[in-house]
């Protein structure tokens, strides 16, 4: 073609601005400056939170159980390797579980008057009780004794072994605000129930010429102080009692233990 019919001709080409720039790189996929850029990879999917489930505590209580955890996860481990000379009494003692209904205000006193070679009575807990002897030869004797005068008082009589350990205590409760219809075992059984067990009743704070209320023995597991205000209903009539355990100076002692409300 000559170069005056290309000039008769280049009135029909159109030039396109977008065309002349992005045509290079779709021509020449040799430039790595302007090739394609690599896919980016595909996002990570979002976490997926647990459930929980949902109580109905509430805050405070939620934080007393979340305390009381971090605080068993920080007792000390401590470690002590017992001797013989800690064993050697324990070693010639017997240890029995309280029958029902056993009068714990005489058991000591009796069972030293009575048992053969006994030297030493303790009560071992609310529950049991640790008779120790001369010698362990006495202990093993008594134990295997079968007309022993321990087996009308103890049941489970055994030679101490490793680990025995009390599991329960006494506790002395004061009870202020019964009426006078209330004073039996039953009554005072529901008043008592959440804590224990009714052992006896210190009946000296009764008397002909005055009435001051009524001191409960009760054995617990329970190891915090014990105290509560109860609306006891009451042959339709709501009383307020108030329970109090008895501490110090003032407990009774287990001499004044009666099983019965009779005075």
Same mark, same amino acid.
């Given at each position: 073609?000559?170069?005056?019919?290309? =000039?008769?001709?280049?009135?029909?080409? !159109?030039?396109?601005? &977008?065309?002349?720039?992005?045509?290079?790189?779709?021509?020449?996929? @040799?430039?790595?400056?302007?090739?394609?850029?690599?896919?980016?990879?595909?996002?990570?999917?979002?976490?997926?939170?647990?459930?929980?489930?949902?109580?109905?505590?509430?805050?405070?209580?939620?934080?007393?159980?979340? #305390?009381?955890?971090?605080?068993?996860?920080? %007792?000390? /481990?401590?470690? &002590?390797?017992?001797?013989?000379?800690?064993?050697? !009494?324990?070693? %010639?003692?017997?240890? *029995?579980?309280?029958?029902?209904?056993?009068?714990?205000?005489?058991?000591?006193?009796? /069972?030293?008057?009575?048992?053969?070679?006994?030297?030493?009575?303790?009560?071992?807990?609310?529950?049991?009780? $640790?008779?120790?002897?001369?010698?362990?030869?006495? +202990?093993? #004797?008594?134990?295997?004794?079968?007309?022993?005068?321990?087996? +009308?008082?103890?049941?489970?009589?055994?030679?101490?072994?490793?680990?025995? =350990?009390?599991?329960?205590?006494?506790? !002395?409760?004061?009870?202020?605000?019964?009426?006078?219809?209330? !004073?039996? #075992?039953? =009554?005072?059984?529901?008043? $008592?129930?959440?804590?224990?067990?009714?052992?006896? &009743?210190?009946?000296? =704070?009764?008397?002909?010429?005055?009435?001051? *209320?009524?001191?409960?023995?009760?054995?617990?597991?329970?190891?915090?102080?014990?105290?509560?205000?109860?609306?006891?209903?009451?042959?339709?009539?709501?009383?307020?009692?108030?329970?109090?355990?008895?501490? *110090?100076?003032?407990?009774? @002692?287990?001499?004044?233990? #009666?099983?019965?409300?009779?005075?």
């Amino acid at each position: 073609m000559s170069v005056s019919d290309l =000039c008769d001709q280049a009135s029909n080409l !159109w030039f396109d601005t &977008y065309k002349l720039r992005v045509n290079p790189a779709k021509h020449h996929p @040799s430039n790595p400056s302007l090739t394609a850029s690599k896919p980016l990879p595909k996002p990570a999917p979002p976490h997926k939170l647990e459930l929980l489930f949902r109580d109905n505590r509430s805050f405070a209580e939620v934080l007393k159980s979340t #305390k009381s955890q971090m605080i068993r996860d920080e %007792r000390r /481990i401590v470690q &002590y390797d017992s001797t013989d000379e800690d064993k050697e !009494w324990l070693n %010639r003692s017997l240890v *029995g579980k309280i029958l029902p209904n056993v009068d714990v205000a005489t058991l000591k006193e009796t /069972i030293l008057k009575s048992v053969d070679k006994a030297v030493s009575f303790r009560f071992l807990g609310a529950s049991q009780v $640790l008779i120790t002897f001369e010698d362990q030869l006495a +202990s093993t #004797k008594e134990q295997q004794n079968a007309r022993s005068m321990l087996n +009308s008082f103890l049941s489970n009589l055994r030679q101490w072994e490793a680990r025995i =350990c009390a599991y329960d205590r006494f506790a !002395w409760i004061s009870i202020f605000g019964l009426p006078m219809e209330g !004073w039996n #075992k039953n =009554c005072i059984d529901i008043l $008592l129930q959440s804590w224990g067990n009714i052992i006896g &009743y210190d009946t000296s =704070c009764v008397s002909q010429g005055s009435i001051s *209320g009524i001191r409960v023995l009760i054995k617990t597991t329970k190891l915090e102080p014990l105290h509560d205000q109860v609306l006891l209903k009451l042959d339709e009539i709501h009383v307020e009692v108030s329970l109090t355990e008895i501490k *110090g100076k003032f407990t009774p @002692s287990l001499t004044t233990v #009666k099983h019965s409300m009779d005075v």
